[in-house]
């Protein structure tokens, strides 16, 4: 197959040109910003109108942003990046930033009993569900303070008093857990949603189509997200996927297709999705219809990473500075809230500014707190392997130096 | 992946039976339960009082510092009420030999009518149902458990007293369902996934491994996985390689897992129900082979200890542990042992991870000889392990090498013959047992 060469060109709101590098063959372009009314593309549509699409007109701004503060969430992973870089993080850290509106969008959407479930993109997640600052860099620093007390690190977040369910390292494997919450949810009869939130790269894992059946046939409360951001790791879309439109790949689940870089979008989307779920089953959520309703539905956000795919992927090997550059200038979601708040006269520049530095400060504070927390004791290594004590030894390297019972 | 299975072998018991030639003293706790077992007599009491033997009296307390609040989790045993069965707890040499003038005696004089009989798959079944009614977040899902009754009929009949809310027929998808069913632990249900052949869930490998067994730990203790996951495995009756799969191998270094194995249906509720009630997930190995045994177990409700061993019979020559299937050829081949005049200890180790080190210790110190007998592949299997649990903590006690007998390194064929070989079968045991005892 050889890819089609052609330099593609936009031309931003404040007239700035852009060229798209030529490896991006097959994007024509990027999805243009989701401008208030303009239709969504539609899956299944067979010509009828969508069944109670979602609300676009009469977005109020005011109050609409959720209470925290969507200026964080790239403080805290360019925080991030540079303790990985000073080597107090280790391992594999998966940065967030460019994707934040997702996070925001879903937060704003929905309620604390709703479950989230993702993968190991996990940080600003975990923050938008309510977790701390200085508990997200203990735990990526592998303190005791850390939410997993320190033994799950930055792919194991977890917040169960906010029904955030992680945080898993196996790519796609948290999507049947996520059926499976949905499930608890139809089983105790409760009003709420499971998100399941998955990539591009997961959207061609089995267990996608098996819990897809599973959550479809028995009418579960799953909303099944795809946060497309175009790179399976070092992959792009189209390399690993005969059809890169996720969305269209629930066939018998209506599937919904949102700009993930617009904040607004997201949450109406989550808002519509959540009933949806909860009336008529599963829905994939990148946009969509089919005629027998389904409580499953399927979302495909569009939405992009700056970072690589984690600290150890530089980024750049696949794609272009000079596209991370152009999303950035043309999608970049905080840009779009910002102006938005200044074209409204929501907030003056001043008051923006003042927010990030506020954000910026809280950022170190917390860094600088999780870096004085201690690390967990060595019997922390033996502690939550089981629930109850079943008197399993457990012992040092020679079997003498240390021995523990398992708790 | 569909088929019901119609087994009509039985272990062949009457073989074992007590008869006035052989020595009481060989064979008094063990004749006994036999006996029972056959004529359905009182033989509850003696089951039951047997899992309950202990070792505390008999000898002196273990070198490893096994923590004493073991003995507040002894198993619920139902008042047989006879005196028989009581005596048997001490297990005192001397007093067995009283209980042989008894024993032939129990099985004639009128049961005590507080059992019931059933077979193994019915026991399991009971358990579950049991434990459904208990408790309203136990829910059952597999494949075929609802409308069609199970595979094995354990499930049968659940699913039109709970509903199809409760007992769920999955489609095929292992990963996906075992995946739903921790994902619906996190937030408090209790499921109990069956996997139609134990062979099955290497498909849900990664779910049992990574999310089963390890997310209490990684998320800090905030979640717990209060799963069963349950279904038989082992060699069958030619069934061919791939559904005569022995997982207990595969599965036993997975850190945060409890795994059991059933052999008689007194265990076999009783560990489903234990199982059930447990927070931490525990893998329950069931056996094709061993569902239609037949035995009197107790109508008072119980639950068997998940990390005790049982022992089967008491000896004083050598050590015998064995799990599932094999306690039933070592009990064959312990009849022909006792016939030349050896007196092994057979011990049901049921808990295979983590091993009842305790009991098996115990045992250890009063035989100093110990032969593992288990179904499981050379490498790596169950008996590997043990072997090297048994060399490290009681290798002073130990007048002879551990010998550990299991399943030849090969895919199991088809060929009824080559089938036999593959598996350790009685006579290898005596051969085994008259080795280590020279």
């Given amino acids: ?407 | 992946h569909k088929y019901l299975f119609i087994f009509t072998e039985e272990i062949n018991f009457t073989a074992i039976l007590t008869s006035p030639s052989i020595s009481p003293l060989r064979h008094s706790p063990w004749g006994k339960k036999m006996a029972a077992r056959i004529h359905g007599g009182a033989g509850a009491g003696a089951a039951t009082a047997l899992s309950t033997f202990n070792p505390k009296k008999l000898v002196a307390p273990s070198r490893t510092n096994l923590p004493a609040a073991r003995s507040s989790k002894r198993c619920i045993v139902a008042a047989a009420g006879s005196d028989a069965s009581k005596s048997l707890r001490v297990g005192h040499s001397q007093k067995l030999i009283a209980n042989a003038a008894v024993a032939t005696k129990a099985e004639t004089s009128a049961t005590t009518g507080t059992g019931h009989e059933l077979l193994l798959f019915e026991a399991l079944q009971e358990g579950l149902e049991e434990e459904m009614d208990r408790d309203p977040h136990v829910c059952v899902m597999g494949e075929d458990v609802g409308h069609y009754g199970g595979s094995y009929k354990v499930t049968k009949g659940l699913a039109d007293k709970f509903g199809d809310l409760r007992v769920l027929d999955t489609p095929i998808c292992e990963n996906a369902f075992t995946g739903m069913g921790i994902g619906a632990a996190m937030t408090g249900l209790r499921p109990v996934i069956e996997g139609m052949n134990m062979g099955f869930l290497l498909l849900a490998f990664n779910q049992i491994s990574n999310n089963c067994g390890m997310l209490h730990y990684t998320s800090g203790g905030q979640f717990t996985i209060p799963v069963v996951i349950r279904g038989p495995g082992g060699v069958g009756r030619q069934l061919g390689a791939e559904h005569s799969q022995r997982l207990e191998s595969y599965f036993q270094s997975i850190p945060g897992i409890q795994m059991v194995a059933c052999s008689t249906p007194y265990n076999a509720k009783g560990l489903m129900k234990a199982a059930i009630r447990s927070e931490n997930p525990v893998i329950l190995f069931e056996h094709v082979l061993l569902y239609n045994l037949k035995e009197k177990i107790p109508d008072e409700e119980y639950i068997c200890n998940l990390e005790e061993a049982e022992m089967v019979r008491p000896g004083e020559h050598i050590t015998i542990l064995t799990y599932s299937r094999m306690r039933y050829h070592v009990m064959q081949a312990a009849k022909t042992l006792v016939n030349k005049g050896y007196d092994p200890e057979v011990i049901d180790i049921r808990s295979l991870k983590p091993f009842d080190l305790y009991t098996i210790g115990n045992s250890v110190k009063k035989t100093h000889r110990v032969l593992i007998v288990e179904e499981c592949m050379r490498t790596g299997g169950i008996g590997a392990s043990l072997t090297a649990a048994i060399n490290e903590n009681f290798h002073d006690y130990l007048d002879a090498p551990v010998m550990c007998l299991s399943s030849q390194d090969v895919p199991t064929p088809y060929a009824g013959t080559l089938e036999e070989w593959t598996v350790v079968q009685p006579a290898q045991i005596v051969t085994a047992v008259e080795q280590l005892c020279q």
């Fill in chain 1, 1 to 407: 197959l050889t890819p089609k060469k052609e330099t593609f060109q936009t031309k931003s709101e404040n007239g700035v040109i852009t060229t798209l590098s030529p490896i991006h063959h097959r994007f024509t372009s990027l999805p243009p910003p989701l401008r208030f009314d303009r239709p969504n593309p539609d899956h299944n549509r067979n010509g009828r109108p969508f069944h109670r699409p979602p609300m676009r007109r009469s977005l109020t701004l005011r109050g609409d942003l959720i209470p925290g503060d969507p200026l964080l969430l790239p403080r805290m992973e360019i925080a991030a990046n540079s303790l990985y870089k000073s080597k107090l993080i280790r391992g594999f850290c998966h940065l967030y930033d460019g994707q934040e509106a997702l996070a925001v969008g879903m937060e704003a959407g929905i309620t604390k009993e709703d479950a989230i479930i993702t993968s190991y993109r996990d940080h600003c997640t975990f923050l938008g569900r309510g977790g701390e600052l200085v508990d997200a860099f203990s735990e990526l620093m592998g303190r005791m303070r850390g939410c997993s007390n320190g033994k799950g690190g930055s792919m194991h977040f977890y917040k169960k008093d906010a029904s955030f369910y992680g945080g898993h390292g196996i790519v796609g494997a948290q999507i049947p857990l996520g059926c499976g919450l949905a499930f608890a949810q139809k089983y105790s009869k409760e009003e709420n949603v499971s998100f399941v939130l998955y990539g591009d790269g997961a959207a061609n894992q089995g267990q996608l189509f098996e819990a897809l059946n599973i959550a479809a046939l028995w009418d579960l409360p799953a909303i099944l997200v795809c946060e497309n951001n175009h790179y399976g790791m070092g992959t792009a879309t189209w390399r690993p996927a005969k059809s890169p439109a996720y969305f269209k790949r629930g066939d018998y689940v209506p599937g919904l297709k949102v700009d993930g870089m617009d904040v607004l979008a997201v949450k109406q989307a989550c808002k519509f999705a959540k009933e949806h779920a909860l009336k008529n089953g599963p829905i994939f959520l990148l946009i969509g219809k089919t005629q027998t309703p389904n409580k499953t539905i399927v979302i495909i956000m569009d939405t992009y990473r700056y970072h690589g795919h984690s600290m150890s992927d530089p980024g750049s090997t696949y794609r272009t500075r000079d596209e991370v550059s152009g999303v950035r200038q043309v999608r970049d979601p905080i840009e779009r809230v910002r102006k938005l708040l200044l074209s409204h006269d929501i907030a003056t520049e001043k008051e923006l500014k003042d927010i990030e530095k506020e954000v910026r400060k809280e950022v170190d504070d917390a860094v600088a707190q999780a870096k004085e927390s201690p690390v967990p004791e060595p019997s922390e290594l033996f502690t939550n392997m089981y629930v109850k004590d079943c008197g399993v030894e457990s012992f040092g390297a020679d079997r003498k130096e240390l021995k523990v019972t398992l708790a």
